[in-house]
């Protein structure tokens, strides 16, 4: 995308969020959901429950700067949650199951205040996550989400885990599933870097770094069949969601800091780093046989009888 066509489309955002009335942007945070759907409100973060899974389906916030540079610290009173009907998962659930207790709102998000942070160890908040990734790029993206509303003032988060087989583990006696990858989109709607990115990592030790597995927002609702942003106007959803400019997203160690994403994902795609799934694993890697994932790539060019590295999932 050239500097002309992103100039544009910052004055459409523009014009559509001028003309929209106050109340529709009350909701921005919050992606759609059914009437039959368990939702539970908190005083900082909205949640949809998953039975199913036993975790939130997504979580989903507005972060504003004073949250994350407050006094209070970790409570770490994890606790099932009272507000879900259906009954959360316990503590217990990950007992001696080699998985983290993964925040998905993370609790130094809520430094402002203490009940606030208390309400992130509920169990309906936690996922379970490798430690490889809870300790690390996942923990990095949250550190890079409060260095962003450092700058922004304002974001709106929403965070979840994603399923990409029926066939997933469970924990715990409350059958809690384990995810494949989880998800994280942040929108910045405020003038004058109105803005949107989103991610999807695999739930394992990262071997690339953390600006690989950006992709556009409807990259994300199309892996997950969420709807993120019902709120904003079709024409200004459209805009945000289609594109990734990472100027607004200044991301450690990415290359080529003066192009657009489109122009590095030719790139990328050109030396054979894209696949046509959504797993993104790198040129010449295949899956084995007892992998989830074997076959799975559209173009067979990733997950087929090819010569190559391992997968980093599977091996290989």
């Known amino acids: 995308m050239h500097s002309y066509e992103r100039l544009l489309d910052s004055w459409i955002i ?10 529709l942007l009350a909701g921005l945070e919050l992606p759609a959901f059914e009437e039959s759907d368990q ?16 975790q939130a389906e997504w979580v989903a916030y507005t972060l504003e700067e004073h949250m994350v540079s407050g006094p209070v610290k970790r409570t770490d009173d994890f606790r099932p949650d009272p507000l879900v009907k259906t009954g959360s998962a316990s503590p217990e659930d990950y007992r001696g199951s080699g998985y983290d207790r993964g925040h998905l709102v993370p609790a130094a998000d809520m430094k402002h205040s203490r009940e606030c942070m208390s309400e992130t160890f509920f169990m309906s908040n936690m996922s379970p996550q490798r430690p ?11 550190e890079q989400v409060r260095r962003w509303v450092r700058e922004d003032k304002e974001l709106h988060v929403v965070a979840g885990p994603v399923f990409a087989a029926q ?8 059958r809690v599933a384990v995810p494949d990858f989880y998800y994280k989109v942040i929108l910045d709607y405020r003038e004058p870097g109105i803005k949107a990115i989103g991610f999807i990592l695999p739930n394992g030790k ?30 200004v959803e459209e805009v945000l969601e289609s594109s990734l400019d990472f100027s607004g997203w200044p991301l450690p160690g990415r290359i080529l800091q003066d192009e657009s994403t489109s122009v590095q994902a ?10 046509d799934n959504w797993l993104t694993i790198k040129a010449g890697v295949r899956h084995n046989s007892t992998c989830r994932y074997f076959g799975k790539s559209q173009s067979g060019r990733c997950c087929g009888p090819d010569e190559g590295r391992p997968c980093r999932i599977c091996g290989g």
């Open 14 to 23: 523009a014009f559509f969020l001028l003309l929209a009335p106050l109340q």
């Open 39 to 54: 939702i539970v409100r908190h005083r900082a973060f909205t949640l949809k429950y998953s039975e199913e899974h036993e």
């Open 132 to 142: 490889e990734f809870n300790r690390g790029i996942w923990k990095e993206l949250e």
């Open 167 to 174: 066939d997933y583990e469970v924990i715990g006696p409350n």
């Open 206 to 235: 990262a071997e690339a770094a953390l600006w690989e597995f950006a992709v556009p927002v409807d990259r994300v609702e199309e892996i997950t069949g969420i709807d993120f942003y019902p709120a904003l106007p079709d024409d």
């Open 266 to 275: 030719e790139q990328r795609e050109s030396r054979g780093e894209i696949c």
